[in-house]
């Protein structure tokens, strides 16, 4: 099964503590200093400046529920704030707890994952104190790119095919502090892309060009494929979404104990019609 195979890569590399017991060992996420010292330094405004532009489609951004200001006009003002929340509370975690990089996955598929890293990436983007990134990696099932109706410049998974560098993966949508990469082209092999270097080289890229970023990475569902384990000891947080009336007791359960030797910073219940207080459990 992928879980077990993915669970087998991770022992290999160290992630996880081999059969004898102990507390997991978790890979430094962070490049070490003299490394970030050695990347390259551009103003991060020039940079992303520097990033090719592209143009939302607005019908596709209405018919997902993108909240983009400007392009949808039925802007759910209660989801927004539930956004706000969620946006205030990791800001204080990346504050106090020096976080940068939240992996956002599922349970199953269709409960609502790409819809929330990518709005929530739109209400991060609003802080000028803190530059968002939005990587998609469930690379098999690409969907933020659709979301917004756009085709990239270039695809993400180019970069981890070794055909394109970091610095040309992203893309902009006119928004302030907020650069984009994602893929229209599914690929079979998501797993084996992600299992080498190519995910460190590039949050070190992007740890270059801001001291205080914010990475948000959209994945596949943990109980469909192993990405989102291969993914979790490289990040500092897991995101995990549920959506009420779809995702079943057994099915959180289950991901969650895939995902219990990695620092899970909270579920986010999507679809909810309880007050927004209760959108966020936070952990």
Not at 28 to 34: C, F, S, V
Not at 120 to 149: E, H, M, V, W
Not at 218 to 229: F, K, R, S
């Amino acid at each position: 099964m992928v879980i077990e195979r993915a669970l087998e890569k991770l022992r290999q590399a160290g992630a996880l503590q081999s059969a004898g017991g102990g507390p997991p060992v978790q890979p430094e996420t962070r490049p070490p200093r003299d490394v970030r010292q050695a990347a390259p330094q551009p103003v991060l405004a020039q940079a992303i400046a520097g990033y090719p532009r592209v143009e939302v489609d607005p019908g596709a951004v209405a018919q997902h529920r993108i909240m983009i200001p400007g392009t949808s006009p039925d802007v759910n003002e209660r989801a927004a704030a539930a956004y706000r929340m969620i946006r205030t509370r990791l800001r204080h975690l990346c504050r106090t707890e020096n976080l940068q990089t939240f992996a956002i996955t599922s349970p199953a598929a269709d409960e609502g994952k790409s819809v929330t890293a990518l709005n929530l990436a739109l209400s991060a983007a609003r802080d000028p104190s803190q530059t968002t990134f939005l990587l998609d990696l469930d690379l098999r099932n690409p969907s933020i790119c659709k979301y917004l109706g756009v085709r990239p410049p270039r695809e993400l998974v180019n970069y981890f095919r070794g055909e394109i560098s970091a610095a040309e993966v992203f893309f902009t949508i006119g928004i302030p502090n907020l650069a984009i990469a994602g893929s229209c082209t599914p690929s079979e092999q998501a797993s084996e892309l992600m299992s080498a270097g190519e995910l460190e080289a590039l949050l070190i890229y992007i740890r270059g060009i801001s001291s205080n970023p914010l990475v948000l990475i959209d994945l596949p569902p943990v109980l469909v494929t192993d990405e989102a384990l291969l993914v979790a000891p490289r990040v500092d947080a897991t995101l995990l979404v549920v959506a009420e009336g779809k995702t079943r007791r057994d099915s959180l359960e289950r991901a969650q104990k895939i995902l219990a030797d990695f620092r899970c910073a909270g579920v986010i219940l999507n679809g909810s019609t309880e007050p927004i207080e209760s959108y966020y459990e936070y952990g």
